[in-house]
């Protein structure tokens, strides 16, 4: 059983910044790549950013620029680094990795319960 619990979330202002942390626990061989997602009402569960287990990232247009992804593999934990907030950034955030839980094996989605951000203008 793997767990992902994200934390940081909150209420900030327009402009301002956000860390967002997600910690992996439980039967772990390999994670590959991981990333955060969002989804705000009424709206599909979107893509924000991603990491590969080497460091590559991939961003959303929306937040280029603005957000920074991390990881530390040693402890699989993932940030999410959020500067110059947007009243559109308000959304609930969820963490997710691609784990491997035994070897040989295939890897699989898990996700976190979600954090909300909500930014106001």
């Known amino acids: 059983q793997v767990q992902l619990v994200e934390s940081g979330g909150g209420l900030v202002q327009a402009g301002g910044s956000l860390r967002l942390s997600c910690a992996a626990s439980g039967s772990i061989f390999s994670i590959a790549a991981m990333g955060w997602y969002r989804q705000a009402p009424g709206n599909q569960r979107e893509l924000v950013a991603t990491i590969t287990s080497g460091g590559a990232t991939n961003y959303a247009d929306s937040v280029k620029g603005r957000f920074t992804i991390s990881r530390d593999n040693a402890k699989n934990t993932m940030t999410l680094q959020m500067n110059s907030l947007k009243p559109e950034d308000t959304a609930v955030y969820y963490c997710?990795?691609?784990?491997?839980?035994?070897?040989?094996?295939?890897?699989?989605?898990?996700w976190g319960q979600g954090t909300q951000v909500t930014v106001s203008s």
């Open positions: 997710n990795a691609k784990v491997r839980t035994t070897n040989p094996g295939s890897f699989r989605d898990y």
